[in-house]
């Protein structure tokens, strides 16, 4: 039972550098989301994608893109890394907008 | 946007005791979520509330959506140490969309045999 499934689970970029997170889930949802978590902030929503083809900023966009490059597959990416974006981060899905989201394991990204 | 407030913040119990933590608003809530994350992993949902007054259990855990919309509570009953973990509450304040879902901080669970 994979689920949503995203890697790296662990990264360490030097400030400047770029990286793409990847995300699949194999439920056939068709939205998608990204969040990070930091300590004491709860989850916080990056982008998301309702369905495929489409793509929104959430809560806390800014030093982020995204890819919804088909239904199964949702991608975050970091195109110069700073500090301040040191955190846990989970991609998560849901049948539709309105349906329950189901995360992924996490990916622990840290920036020096 | 709005925020939640969970508390307490942790807790440290003893296997076999009930536990209770809560989630409030200073603004109207349509929907309220209860997850759990333990470390290393994802949060997974736990049980979800759509109506105010709404009582939910599944096995041990009981949650309510507080009738003014405003709150919500989650009880586990007779703890045990895998229950032990980071437990969350959500809301989605506007229509019911995820994209407008709020988290709150977390409850750390600590279970002592």
């Known amino acids: 039972n994979a689920g949503v499934t995203q890697t790296p689970k662990f990264q360490v970029l030097k400030t400047g550098q770029s990286m793409t997170l990847q995300c699949a889930q194999d439920m056939n949802h068709n939205s998608m989301y990204w969040y990070r978590q930091d300590p004491g902030m709860g989850l916080r929503l990056i982008y998301y994608s309702a369905s495929e083809g489409t793509t929104d900023k959430g809560e806390v966009p800014n030093g982020y893109n995204v890819s919804r490059l088909n239904k199964r597959e949702f991608s975050l990416r970091l195109e110069s890394a700073a500090p301040s974006q040191t955190s846990v981060y989970f991609c998560?899905?849901?049948?539709?907008?309105?349906?329950?989201?189901?995360f992924g394991e996490g990916s622990w990204l840290t920036v020096v | 946007g709005q925020q939640l407030n969970q508390s307490p913040q942790s807790m440290f119990i003893q296997e076999g005791e009930d536990v209770s933590m809560n989630c409030t608003s200073s603004s109207i809530f349509n929907t309220w979520l209860w997850y759990k994350q333990d470390p290393g992993e994802g949060p997974v949902l736990l049980i979800a509330l759509y109506k105010a007054g709404e009582l939910t259990s599944n096995g041990r855990l009981t949650a309510q959506f507080g009738i003014t919309r405003k709150d919500s509570f989650l009880n586990i009953s007779a703890s045990i140490p895998s229950d032990v973990g980071i437990y969350f509450c959500a809301g989605q304040p506007g229509g019911y969309n995820n994209n407008d879902m709020r988290f709150g901080a977390g409850t750390r669970l600590t279970v002592k045999p």
């Open positions: 998560a899905s849901s049948e539709v907008m309105t349906g329950p989201v189901y």
